[in-house]
């Protein structure tokens, strides 16, 4: 094992570079990942753009500590555990051995704030700091992103072990489906006085990347009817209809208007039940919201970082149509092991093997962000 560790590092938005680092050390408990695989996500690209600031508002606000290590979307390999006091368990209490492959929460909550202790689940915590993201890799171990060959995974960090016979490219979809729980949200909306998310609804996808196609896959795959999915890029609408939307639509090729009132032709005039956000452009929601029916749901998910800001009409946009807003913001951590187990359930079902487009070395990071920014692709993924 060579005693230098390479990673892609993003020194400043619009900056990546490759830099060597020591092999490290691990603390109790720390466990140290070969990198097989790890996805260019959303947020990455906000962060290479300078949209950094996460959690706004909240005890958890943060803004990116440059020069970080990008990449939480990461499937690898354990090489190496301290383990030495108590043996080191993955989510579900199994315990880890060398050799194992497993999946990562890039959330690392502290366990002991307010929100910790009352809520289960989705990470609300006052401390959060998450792997690609928050942690420096201008301080030891340095190691704190998938966009490199190791990563030290923190002994409070969850890991999940990945299902034997799920394929490496299907396994590291996993965090985005497990953000596909905002719909599993919805079903505990559901009531037979027409709220939530009933079968055969009509669900709209705002966005066609990675994360709206794991809303599609779900929507599908929970009973949904009409699935109508917006996008800018034929190619990835076109993915979309092949892993379960039933309309497709180019915003480039339509008005916002026309959108509208095809969802409403539809739905009798209607409009959609759910309406999922995966665009990550705060300008979109409002059209989003007009696509609803009375007492439809919003699911606000893709702004993930600030954006910026958009006006709303309290009357029209909220209390006229009695709609529920719904901010849902990162993923349940209890979502990766259903997740994983669902899909292999239905590889026979979804193109699963076409959802990764495309793979970089990581001395070719930087082609790989800038190629996952344009219409052409669908997940783009880094292979240390």
């Keep these: 094992m060579s005693d230098i560790v390479r990673a892609a590092v993003m020194v400043r938005p619009g900056k990546i570079e490759i830099q060597e680092f020591p092999f490290p050390e691990l603390e109790d408990g720390a466990l140290l990942l070969k990198v097989e695989m790890c996805g260019v996500c959303g947020t990455d690209k906000h962060t290479w753009r300078g949209e950094t600031k996460q959690y706004a508002g909240t005890d958890a606000e943060s803004d990116t500590p440059f020069p970080i290590i990008p990449g939480h979307e990461v499937i690898g390999i354990v090489a190496e555990i301290n383990d030495r006091r108590k043996p080191r368990l993955d989510f579900n209490g199994e315990r880890l051995r060398v050799g194992d492959r497993i999946a990562l929460c890039p959330d690392v909550i502290c366990g002991e704030c307010y929100n910790c202790r009352h809520t289960f689940a989705y990470p609300r915590c006052e401390h959060l700091r998450g792997y690609g993201n928050a942690f420096t890799s201008a301080e030891p171990p340095h190691l704190f992103g998938g966009w490199a060959e190791y990563m030290v995974i923190l002994p409070n960090a969850f890991v999940y072990k990945v299902p034997e016979g799920l394929p490496l490219r299907v396994a590291v979809m996993v965090e985005l489906m ?3 729980y905002n719909l599993d949200k919805m079903k505990e909306f559901f009531t037979l006085s027409g709220e939530g998310f009933g079968t055969a609804d009509t669900v709209v996808i705002q966005g066609a990347g990675p994360m709206g196609i794991c809303h599609v896959i779900k929507a599908r795959m929970m009973g949904a009817g009409d699935i ?22 180019n915003v480039n090729d339509s008005t916002e208007q026309e959108r509208i009132d095809f969802v409403r032709s539809l739905t009798h005039g209607r409009g959609a039940d759910i309406v999922v956000e995966c665009v990550g452009i705060a300008e979109v929601v409002l059209e989003g919201i007009e696509m609803l029916r009375k007492g439809g749901i919003y699911i606000e998910a893709g702004n993930f970082v600030e954006t910026g800001e958009v006006a709303l009409s309290p009357h029209r ?3 006229a149509k009695n709609i529920r807003l719904i901010g849902m913001t990162n993923h349940p951590f209890t979502g990766y092991t259903p997740s994983m187990k669902m899909m292999q359930k239905t590889a026979d079902i979804f193109p699963f093997a076409e959802f990764v487009t495309h793979e970089y070395p990581l001395a070719q990071t930087e082609a790989a962000l800038l190629k996952s920014m344009e219409p052409d692709c669908m997940k783009v993924v880094i292979v240390p």
């Design 228 to 249: 109508i999915v917006t996008d800018l890029s034929d190619y990835r609408l076109a993915l979309a209809r092949k892993f379960g939307a039933d309309y497709a639509l």
């Design 178 to 180: 497990a953000v596909s």
């Design 317 to 319: 946009h909220l209390c």
